[in-house]
């Protein structure tokens, strides 16, 4: 019943559709944030174009198009108001983007890792109440990573604003932590399954 009939692709699958993210906080930490807001456009602009010519289906880009909306904005904010107060929680902003993305998908029943889950799995299997209910409970994983990441990277840029070894290690973790979910919990189901039958 899991996502892991090709175990391999997963970690891959969500770096991929999180690329214009990591990217963007890599710049950052070297360059100015309208460089780095420019690069997560572009990239998310890449990026969409490169998985529609795949043959990629909508629900399997929400993340893209989410880094489409976010980045767009964020450039235009960036470029418009240079010194805007905002680029000092650029990094925290991101992660409560992300929040808001992954808690929406599941407010209206299509938790954004389900059209991931479904380019690895056989068809057969897409419309297994295991299947759905898995892919519910890891996008809630990444939800309350982005939420709890984007909250502490506030209090820390409010508290600790030069606690740069913190806030990488959180951004780390943030991301970490649901992508190691994500490998081991399908897994977990599936063993679970099989010694039941």
């Known amino acids: 019943m899991s996502q892991l009939e090709r175990p391999g692709e997963t970690g891959m699958n969500y770096l991929k559709s999180f690329l214009p993210w990591i990217a963007f906080a890599v710049v950052a930490t070297q360059f100015d944030w309208r460089w780095s807001g420019l ?44 010194a805007s107060p905002l680029k000092t929680y650029t990094g925290a902003l991101t992660d409560a983007w992300l929040a808001l993305t992954a808690w929406g998908s599941l407010a209206i029943g299509k938790p954004f890792t389900l059209g991931i889950a479904r380019t690895m799995t056989p068809p057969q299997l897409w419309d297994n ?45 943030g991301f970490a932590v649901p992508v190691v979910f994500t490998v081991r919990y399908p897994r977990i189901v599936r063993a679970r399954a099989e010694k039941a039958a």
């Not at 990239?43 to 880094?67: C, Y």
């Not at 984007?150 to 508290?159: D, F, H, K, R, V």
């Open 129 to 173: 109440p295991v299947f759905k209910r898995v892919n519910a409970i890891i996008t809630l994983v990444w939800a309350a990573s982005f939420t709890v990441t984007g909250l502490a990277g506030i209090a820390l840029l409010n508290y600790a604003p030069h606690a740069t070894a913190a806030l990488i290690t959180l951004k780390v973790l």
């Open 39 to 82: 690069t997560g456009l572009v990239l998310s602009a890449a990026l969409l174009v490169l998985a529609r010519r795949e043959g990629r289906k909508a629900d399997a880009l929400i993340i893209e198009w989410s880094a489409l909306a976010f980045f767009a904005l964020l450039t235009a904010v960036a470029f418009t108001f240079p």
